[in-house]
């Protein structure tokens, strides 16, 4: 199978190639060339447990990886996952189920692809005896999952960028404290959006990039995303098979990548009949899906940090299979969106999507009242997704953190604490980070300085 970028400047690569590259070098995204089908083999995965499934459905796109490769690279990376179903599906009352994704190293739903893509790397350094230097930008839990997915791997560095008091102070710990001599945890001045322009900017320039061996961690990297459709998979197959026609997937989201995955499974075959875009206060995607109206505005922290995004990067992936695939139209829009900082879609259809928006007082009232109601504890994101709900629907809440990572909210909506034992562990460790501006120039000199040649 080959990849090709959004923005159609650049010959098609393999699957290894497109891993490796992360950022096209023409500024898009790479998407699969033909999407694969699902039909015919859902019924085949119903019984496969979930390093299995995900190892099938890796097979459609890694085609230049050996399957025993392939095989080893899925299987290890859900090791350190500590319950055994990988992502439990638990109904918790009505018509109302959530997919518990926290059950990984960091407590994130963004273990289930950095742990593959910490794999995956491992294998690239391996075959070509070339070390990377891995480059990502995080609102909280990214930063965290990718530092775990490679901590330690002989031939790699991460530098993460974060934004300085704006993540909470466990997410920062989880990035700061791990005393690996290959992490290097930039906070920056400014927002997530800072950083993520910052990353694009760096990754534009070539003759760093090739010089560094730069590769991309966050959901910019599309094995990111072909791991995260795999839970779609799982989640629906375990519904029961009345309740599988008419679900709706809630997704709290801030960077769109999430909610893309399980759209671009959809459009693979799996028959979802709704995704539900779930924001907090930084509503910008709300926005979209409700008005078509796709415009910036400022980034206001919130309980719920790791969605406090403007720039959703993944968007562009959507807008290209919304624009009928046609990649000019996508670079006249992203052009016009880099420029004016707002695009309108006056022909927009949102078919599968619906929205909802929700503020802090909101997000505590729905913790307390989803613990009052269910006795289920929700994170911050999570909460988000349980506004507006129709009863009358099956609903599946994708949890996408665990709760021990926001005690103060947590606490605060239900007047009790929830802790994790890896999340205590580490607030008796040193945090060791590296204060720095958002400017291009200061990060590459910082990974000029520290990277190894």
């Known amino acids: 199978m080959k990849f090709v970028s959004t923005r159609g400047q650049v010959e098609a690569v393999t699957f290894t190639e497109a891993v490796a590259t992360g950022l096209a070098p023409d500024g898009g995204l790479y998407i699969p060339q033909n999407l694969p089908s699902l039909s015919g083999k859902l019924e085949g995965w119903e019984t496969l447990d979930y390093r299995e499934l995900c190892f099938e459905f890796f097979k459609l796109f890694a085609t230049d990886i050996p399957e025993g490769t392939l095989r080893g690279i899925v299987h290890r990376a859900y090791d350190s996952f500590t319950d055994p179903a990988i992502a439990p599906l638990r ?8 997919l518990e994704l926290f059950h990984g190293p960091t407590l994130a739903f963004k273990d289930f692809a950095l742990q593959v893509l910490g794999n995956l790397y491992e294998e690239q350094v391996r075959r070509t005896g070339r070390p990377i230097t891995v480059l990502g930008a995080t609102s909280g839990d990214t930063g965290s999952a990718a530092i775990h997915g490679l901590l330690g791997r002989e031939g790699m560095q991460i530098f993460i960028l974060y934004p300085d008091g704006r993540v909470s102070p466990l997410q920062e710990r989880q990035m700061t404290c791990t005393g690996a001599q290959n992490v290097f945890p930039m906070a920056i001045q400014g927002t997530f959006d800072d950083g993520q ?3 694009k900017e760096i990754f534009g320039d070539q003759d760093f990039r090739q010089r560094h061996g730069l590769s991309a961690i966050n959901s910019i990297n599309l ?3 072909l791991a995260q459709c795999v839970y779609y998979v799982h989640g629906w197959l375990r519904l029961p098979e009345e309740a599988r026609k008419d679900a709706v997937f809630v997704v709290p989201t801030g960077n769109f990548g999430n909610v893309f995955a ?4 959809r459009r693979m075959g799996l028959p979802i009949a709704e995704f539900r875009v779930a924001t907090n206060q930084n509503d910008i995607l709300h926005r979209f899906f409700t008005t078509g109206d796709y415009s910036l505005g400022e980034v206001r922290p919130s309980h719920a940090p790791s969605m406090d995004i403007q720039v959703a990067s993944n968007f562009e992936r959507f807008l290209y299979y919304h624009e009928n695939e046609d990649p000019a139209r996508v670079r006249e829009v992203m052009d016009k969106f880099t420029q004016a900082g707002a695009i309108r879609f006056d022909n927009f259809g949102a078919v599968a999507f619906s929205s909802s928006r929700v503020d802090d007082r909101e997000i505590v009232d729905i913790i307390r009242r989803i613990h009052d109601q269910y006795g289920y504890v ?3 994101h999570t909460a988000c ?3 507006d709900l129709d009863p009358a629907r099956t609903h599946v809440i994708l949890c996408t953190a665990h709760p021990a990572k926001f005690p103060d909210t947590v606490k605060l909506a239900t007047g009790t604490e929830t802790t994790a034992p ?3 562990a580490l607030k008796k460790r040193d945090i060791h980070k590296h204060p720095l501006s958002a400017q291009v120039a200061d990060i590459q000199a910082f990974i000029e300085r520290r990277a190894k040649p």
């Open 197 to 199: 322009r910052a990353l």
């Open 223 to 225: 094995a990111r995303i």
């Open 262 to 265: 399980g759209y671009l499974a």
């Open 422 to 424: 890896v999340l205590e």
């Open 91 to 98: 109904h918790i009352g009505d018509n109302l189920h959530v």
């Open 378 to 380: 929700a994170d911050p």
């Open 385 to 387: 997704g349980f506004k």
